[in-house]
């Protein structure tokens, strides 16, 4: 299961999304918004973080006006990696080096065209593991309030 959440300056990202995790058959959860009306882009980022983090949802897919503000409310979700992309390789990367569990992206930002492939990079690509485990590890231990300084 997919998560995706939005708000009213994400929206019009939304059915290239979709259209994405129709094209990969991916079933998702769609936890709004669900029209143009202003809201506060927190709220669907904690709501879509929480399945992510709670382990409904695999993976999640963010949008905002920028990708910035859902991101950052979502990376405040405990066991959430969430990374605001713009381009394919960092899509890529944070998935296969960083598990990034969530993708944020603004809507005023990216066409939908390279939505479409920002999702499906971030979709299709696996985490590596090996050396790149130790170190989300350790963003983990900095996630629950540890430190890495001896
Ligand atoms: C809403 O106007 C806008 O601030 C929001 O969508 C987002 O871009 C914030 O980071």
């Known amino acids: 299961m997919i998560a995706i959440g939005c708000d009213h300056a994400g929206i019009d990202l939304k059915p290239a999304v979709i259209e994405v995790l129709e094209e990969l ?14 809201v506060d882009y927190p709220v669907y980022g904690e709501l879509a973080a929480r399945s992510v983090a709670n382990g409904e949802c695999e993976l999640g897919i963010l949008m905002c006006g920028t ?11 405990h066991g959430v990696r969430c990374v ?5 390789y960092s ?5 296969e080096h960083n598990n990034a ?10 066409g939908s065209e390279l ?4 999702v499906r990079t971030f979709l299709t690509t ?23 300084q001896g």
Do not use: W
Not at 25 to 38: M, W
Not at 84 to 88: F, H, K, N, R, Y
Not at 115 to 118: D, E, N, R, T, V
């Open 25 to 38: 058959g991916l079933p998702y959860r769609d936890f709004g918004t669900f029209d143009h009306t202003s």
């Open 91 to 95: 899509a890529l990367m944070s998935r």
């Open 126 to 148: 696996s985490f590596n593991g090996e050396r790149h485990a130790r170190r989300v590890g350790q963003i983990m231990t900095l996630d629950e309030g540890g430190t890495l």
């Open 115 to 118: 939505a479409k492939m920002l």
């Open 67 to 77: 990708g910035v503000g859902i991101g950052i409310a979502a990376n405040k979700v």
């Open 101 to 110: 569990n969530m993708l944020a992206m603004g809507a005023r930002v990216v």
């Open 84 to 88: 605001m992309c713009t381009d394919c």
